[in-house]
């Protein structure tokens, strides 16, 4: 089994920062994509921001230029770092992950979509 665990959120006045930590264990052989979504009242989950294996990253547009994400693969985390924050971007955060695992030496891999059990964020204007 993976689990991942966020850390961070919290309540932020507009133009203020935050740091989102997501950190993934288990039976981890290896983590492919890593990314950060979050999902305000009323509204379908958004991606915020992904990042590949390899380090490549992407954006929605309504953040690019203030958030970065950024992951640590010794650690099997991923973080977000949020700055100039705004009131739309209140929401509940989630981290997400492919990852292969085994559940045991010798076991076949398996590739599984994972999701952290999200983290609120909130900024006051």
């Known amino acids: 089994q993976v689990q991942l665990v966020e850390s961070g959120g919290g309540l932020v006045q507009a133009g203020g920062s935050l740091r989102l930590s997501c950190a993934a264990s288990?039976?981890?052989?290896?983590?492919?994509?890593m990314g950060w979504y979050r999902q305000a009242p009323g509204k379908q989950r958004e991606m915020v921001a992904t990042?590949?294996?390899?380090?490549?990253?992407n954006y929605a547009d309504s953040v690019k230029g203030r958030f970065t994400i950024s992951r640590d693969n010794a650690k099997n985390t991923v973080y977000l770092q949020m700055n100039s924050l705004k009131p739309e971007d209140t929401a509940v955060y989630f981290c997400?992950?492919?990852?292969?695992?085994?559940?045991?030496?010798?076991?076949?891999?398996?590739?599984?979509?994972?999701w952290g059990q999200g983290t609120q964020v909130t900024v006051s204007s």
């Open positions: 997400n992950a492919v990852v292969v695992s085994s559940l045991y030496i010798g076991a076949p891999l398996k590739s599984g979509n994972y």
């Open positions: 288990g039976s981890i052989v290896r983590i492919n994509a």
């Open positions: 990042i590949t294996s390899g380090g490549s990253t």
